[in-house]
């Protein structure tokens, strides 16, 4: 790939006018941001649909949630829920079955896009979002009802046992 061939002529580089530790840190330093780079244009997709008896026996409008969510791809998170008021149900539930969500950058635009749908008189639902995303979303004092049924097991920054989440 691209990113390796420029990681490896940059490494090379570095060494012959600097000295290998300097060089072997800006080889790091390069690939960590080609990853987030990969990572943000990977991009994270939303797909709309109503559900039947998606809350409490209701319809509701249904966004599913797909790839990474960190600080790299928060704002195409944001744009892909630009005109709220395009619900058609008074319930809005945002899936991250397929999703995970990295970061607290993340996290935040979690709790501004859920807002958006309650300024725009939605009542707004998070499901399968884990346990510590759960938690930390309570802690900031959002206003946002969070739903985890069914929801996954994971850490936010490390597998926890599960004796540590329950």
């Known amino acids: 790939p691209k990113t390796d061939a420029t990681v490896l002529v940059l490494v090379t580089a570095v060494t012959y006018y600097t000295n290998l530790a300097v060089a072997v840190l800006s080889g790091v330093i390069l690939s960590s941001l080609g990853f987030a780079w990969k990572q943000a244009t990977r991009g994270v997709v939303a797909s709309r649909d109503i559900e039947m008896f998606a809350y409490d026996g209701q319809p509701a409008t249904v966004?599913?949630?797909?790839g990474p969510l960190f600080f790299g791809s928060v704002t195409a998170f944001k744009d892909l829920f630009s005109a709220p008021e395009d619900a058609e149900t008074?319930?809005?539930?945002?899936?991250?079955m397929e999703a995970r969500v990295w970061d607290s950058s993340a996290l935040e635009a979690v709790s501004d896009v859920s807002a958006r749908f309650e300024a725009a008189g939605k009542r707004a639902h998070l499901r399968h979002l884990s346990p510590?995303?759960?938690r930390l979303l309570e802690q900031a004092d959002d206003l946002v009802e969070i739903n985890t049924l069914e929801d996954p097991t994971y850490g936010v920054a490390t597998d926890y046992p599960k004796s540590a989440i329950q």
């Open 90 to 96: 008074d319930d809005v539930v945002l899936d991250f």
């Open 63 to 66: 966004y599913k949630v797909r």
């Open 132 to 134: 510590d995303c759960a």
